[in-house]
């Protein structure tokens, strides 16, 4: 091994002398210049670039959103009169919650929904333009209806007290005295 490692340190020797020439002076060509800096760019063509590129991405975005409604769109009937259930407007209660006015074959429905799904349906017995109306009319004053007579005895706390101690006499069960919380003279 000692061998080998003369026989390198040899070559290598002989390597650095021959090659001395080269790195003395001269460098044959190969002198190293820096590159030339770019030119500073234009302002304005960046502003327009900017411009433009947000214009086709709003565009984009309107063309989604374009497709999105008219893929959501109802099968049967945009056209004025061509379905028989149309949407009247929505009552959103809370973020879960909603009322929905849908208009069937002429007739109001008020359908609400939350979180699990359809809650009620209910028909409206008349439009409610025409309830509206009725209640913003004045309305004459009626007078005061006439005093019922009552269908029911005016009973005594007496009679009362009595009707309660023949009925537990009656259950064979232990007799309860029970006193007019009035006393007796008030009865």
């Not at 002989?14 to 590159?35: D, I, K, N, R």
């Amino acid at each position: 091994m000692t061998v080998t490692l003369t026989r390198m340190l040899s070559a290598l020797t002989v390597l650095c002398v021959a090659s001395a020439p080269l790195f003395a002076g001269t460098t044959g060509g190969l002198e190293y210049a820096p590159p030339t800096a770019p030119a500073a760019p234009d302002i304005g063509s960046l502003v327009l670039r900017l411009s433009l590129m947000t214009a086709v991405l709003v565009g984009l975005c309107m063309l989604v959103l374009w497709l999105a409604r008219r893929a959501n769109r109802p099968v049967g009937g945009t056209v004025a009169g061509g379905g028989r259930v149309k949407h009247e407007g929505t009552l959103a209660l809370d973020r879960t919650c909603a009322v929905h006015l849908l208009s069937v074959d002429g007739q109001t429905v008020a359908v609400t929904t939350d979180a699990s799904g359809l809650r009620s349906m209910v028909v409206l017995s008349e439009p409610f333009d025409a309830v509206l109306d009725a209640a913003t009319e004045p309305q004459p004053e009626a007078a005061p209806p006439a005093p019922v007579a009552s269908a029911v005895s005016a009973k005594s706390a007496e009679d009362v007290r009595q009707l309660l101690q023949r009925l537990v006499r009656r259950g064979n069960g232990p007799s309860i005295n029970l006193e007019s919380p009035l006393g007796d003279n008030q009865a």
